[in-house]
């Protein structure tokens, strides 16, 4: 009688928690307000995709550097539509001369835009700031943010980079002047994570673009066309 009771009660706690996710699944997702636009080049980025051609990815991912410039194709003509100044990497120099260009020009921001990599089973997304605390913290969270709302797999947060190497930092986030992220879509050596990132660049790249757009919003709201 007792073992029936608590079967009882325990199937009742089952039904409870798949409703809950049923219902989460079935609620209606949070629209989407419009792009913010700025004041014709009032604002800039950095934008940095990785120009990391020997890095290549499970299948017909083919290279980091080939994959991540597709998406930086899509996010940077949707900051030049909504008023945005772009500078982009040129994928033929290094790192150091990114951030040297970088804060030579004094832009707003510096995003850089890679895909992971590991062993193979790792999988996951993950975004980085130099040091938790500023403006850079609060873009790499927004940054992720925004993909976690699209991308299924596993959420490994916003991380601190200045002392990811063994103590070294991370070049790109650590010599930029001004606030930087530097996010890590999902593992490209990963088979799950490599067929996910193939099939939506696109819907990544808008991602990216709205969040860069919506944060760009909030520290620059002086740069803001209302409408």
């Known amino acids: ?13 089952a039904s409870l ?14 629209e989407k307000g419009p792009l913010p636009k700025f004041k014709q080049d009032s604002v800039s980025i950095w934008l940095s995709p990785s120009n990391q051609i020997h890095n290549i990815g499970f299948g017909d991912y083919r290279s980091e550097k080939e994959r991540m410039n597709e998406v930086a194709d899509v ?29 030579k ?3 707003d921001l510096y995003f850089a835009i890679h895909s992971n990599a590991f062993n193979g089973k790792a999988s996951g997304s993950v975004a980085f700031c130099h040091r938790y605390g500023g403006e850079g913290e ?3 969270r927004r940054l992720h943010e925004a993909i976690m709302e699209i991308y299924p797999g596993y ?18 986030t650590s010599d930029s002047n001004m606030p930087a992220c530097l996010i890590e879509i999902a593992f490209h050596d990963n ?9 939506n660049i696109q819907p ?16 620059h709201p002086d740069a803001v066309i209302k409408e």
């Open 204 to 219: 990544i790249g808008e991602a990216l673009a709205r969040a860069t757009l919506e944060h760009l919003a909030e520290f």
């Open 75 to 103: 996010v940077e003509p949707i900051l030049k539509k909504q008023g945005v100044k772009v500078y982009r990497n040129d994928p033929e120099k290094s790192i150091r001369d990114y951030t040297a260009e970088a804060n």
């Open 105 to 107: 020009l004094g832009v």
């Open 155 to 172: 959420d490994r947060g916003v991380k601190e980079s200045y002392k990811l190497y063994d103590g070294k930092p991370m070049w790109e």
């Open 17 to 30: 928690a798949l409703a809950s996710v049923v219902a989460a699944q079935d609620a209606p997702k949070k």
């Open 1 to 13: 009688m007792k073992f029936q009771k608590l079967f009882v009660v325990l199937s009742c706690v």
């Open 138 to 140: 609060k873009y790499a």
């Open 191 to 199: 088979e799950e994570d490599s067929k996910w990132i193939l099939a």
